[in-house]
């Protein structure tokens, strides 16, 4: 199914029994070290990181190929434009032959541009697979628990992790349609692309319906339950509020990694160059 490879849950490996706060960090890196170093050598270290610590909690090697090869249209369209017509470009990888009108001698496609279209693509990968990773160890409970521990009022904690409850739940029904469409004979993939679109967006409409019907019946059941989203609630673990040793190593690390590498790039450059 669709949503065999979107935030499922994988219980197993050290990753996922860290404190939400300390997995969060990882996420903060992710999304920050990109910008700050512009090195081929060193996105392409935090790339390799993030892909073994999937691999090391365990999901599925296929996941990760699936994930990249969602992407991987963009990634080379990236790739192309930078070579193409990157302003860093100088040393040529092709050059149109002198006797062709109009373009004759011109620098088609730069050493420095493809280089730089590497460096985005890593830009998008890292962060979209850190993503995954977090919310594939993580249950909903457990990323609630941790944002109210880091402050975070208990009705936003809760929205935010039922957001990301239901991308499993919409992609599930959207392959549920698909499939109730295909015993009526209507088989999507053999549309043109036009055509594909058209039925697609005819498709939303009972998508729409189905999600709205599910966010009904939360909505009775939180009120079954007498939900106010009052902070004062018991824990079934209370003992996490305080992190492990281990867990404190790893945030203060990864505090101190952040801020040496936007101080070494401020002050020499450091992983400033492409190479």
């Keep these: 199914m669709m949503a065999s490879y979107a935030l499922q849950q994988v219980a197993v490996g050290r990753f996922s029994r860290l404190d939400v706060r300390a997995k969060l960090m990882l996420l903060l890196l992710s999304s920050t070290l990109i910008f700050v170093w512009n090195s081929l050598y060193a996105q392409l270290a935090m790339l390799l990181v993030v892909v073994a610590a999937m691999l090391l909690s365990s999901v599925p090697l296929k996941t990760v190929k699936r994930l990249s090869l969602l992407a991987l249209p963009a990634l080379i369209l ?20 002198a006797n062709v009108p109009w373009l004759g001698s011109a620098h088609i496609f730069t050493v420095e541009g493809l280089l730089f279209g590497l460096v985005v693509c890593c830009r998008i990968l890292i962060p979209m697979l850190a993503f995954q990773l977090v919310f594939m160890t993580t249950t909903p409970n457990e990323l609630v628990l941790g944002l ?49 679109l058209v039925a697609m967006g005819r498709m939303l409409v009972p998508l729409i319906t189905g999600c709205m019907a599910k ?3 939360m909505e009775l059941a939180l009120q079954a339950r007498g939900f106010t989203g009052s902070a004062d609630r018991t824990q079934l673990h209370p003992a996490r509020d305080r992190l492990t040793a281990f867990e404190k190593a790893l945030v203060v690390f990864g505090f101190c990694l952040l801020a040496g590498a936007i101080v070494a790039r401020l002050a020499v450059n450091a992983g400033g160059s492409v190479l």
Excluded: C, N
């Excluded at 193409?84 to 149109?96: I, K, Q």
């Design 78 to 97: 990236i790739t192309l434009i930078q070579g193409l017509w990157s302003p860093f470009g100088v040393t040529p990888v092709f050059v149109v032959p």
């Design 148 to 196: 109210t521990r880091l402050g975070m009022p208990y009705r936003v904690a809760l929205l935010f992790s039922t957001t990301f409850r239901f991308v499993p739940l919409l992609l599930e029904e959207f392959a549920a349609i698909r499939d109730a469409q295909r015993l009526r004979g209507i088989d999507l993939d053999s549309f043109g692309m036009i055509r594909k």
């Design 215 to 217: 966010g009904q019946a």
